[in-house]
């Protein structure tokens, strides 16, 4: 099965600075690649996904690179405000019927300002 | 557009007890997921509904677990008797179909004493 390993598990940057965030997997069948946010208390946010198809995707501030041969992606993301603090998950699946995903451990990331 | 619903938002039991977690899915969407993050740990995923049946129970825990979606809207998921390794913080997703990405819920957190 899918085994999704995420690094670091705590990432702190001061405010303006780039984070970067990085996952791998092992599952070469796995084509879909979604991050999630979770702030303190709240529910995961999907922030940004890539597809097996694409080398690479931006939105804004956040970027998302896939490396299809080593099987590793990485989160992105620049000029950080105190607002992007917290946990960040990557995960790994199947884009068929169902995406059965399986998430890496996360990130906490902390903005300081 | 209401997002995915879950009731309730914290439960506190006692080990031997019942306890039903209920989740309310985006209007439409006919796949329903569940999954569960204990201690800090990673989400990991419990099953997969797709309208009523069951398109994967294969991160199901044990026997003890039991979760049903009659007329494919709400799900439930059931604990019984629930053990003091079952805390953590149960989450339910939903997506509109294949290729679609999952919407979080906000979670139950749930307590085992």
């Known amino acids: 099965g899918e085994n999704v390993e995420q690094h670091p598990s705590t990432l702190s940057v001061q405010e303006g600075d780039s984070a970067v965030i990085k996952c791998t997997y092992s599952?070469?069948?796995?084509?879909?690649f979604p991050w999630y946010k979770q702030e303190l208390g709240k529910r995961p946010q999907l922030i940004i996904d890539?597809?097996?198809?694409?080398g690479e995707k931006k939105d804004q501030r956040i970027a998302v690179t896939l490396n299809k041969t080593a099987k590793h992606f990485s989160l992105h993301i620049t000029e950080t405000q105190p607002e992007d603090s917290a946990v960040y998950f990557c995960a790994a699946g199947r884009d068929n019927y169902g995406q059965n995903f399986v998430f890496g451990p996360g990130t906490r990331l902390s903005v300081l300002p | 557009e209401a997002g995915v619903t879950q009731f309730p938002s914290h439960s506190v039991i006692e080990k031997g007890q019942t306890v039903t977690l209920r989740c309310d899915p985006i209007?439409?969407?006919?796949?329903l997921y569940w999954y569960r993050r204990v201690m800090g740990k990673e989400i990991k995923f419990l099953l997969h509904f797709v309208k009523e049946s069951k398109q994967d129970e294969s991160g199901m825990p044990n026997n003890r677990f039991l979760a049903e979606r009659t007329g494919g809207t709400y799900s439930t998921l059931k604990v019984q008797p629930a053990e003091l390794e079952d805390s953590g913080v149960y989450f339910c997703?939903?997506?509109?179909?294949?290729?679609?990405?999952?919407?979080f819920g906000d979670g139950t957190r749930l307590s085992i004493l």
């Open positions: 599952d070469s069948a796995s084509n879909y």
């Open positions: 997703a939903s997506s509109q179909g294949p290729g679609q990405p999952q919407h």
């Open positions: 890539i597809r097996s198809n694409v």
């Open positions: 209007s439409g969407h006919d796949n």
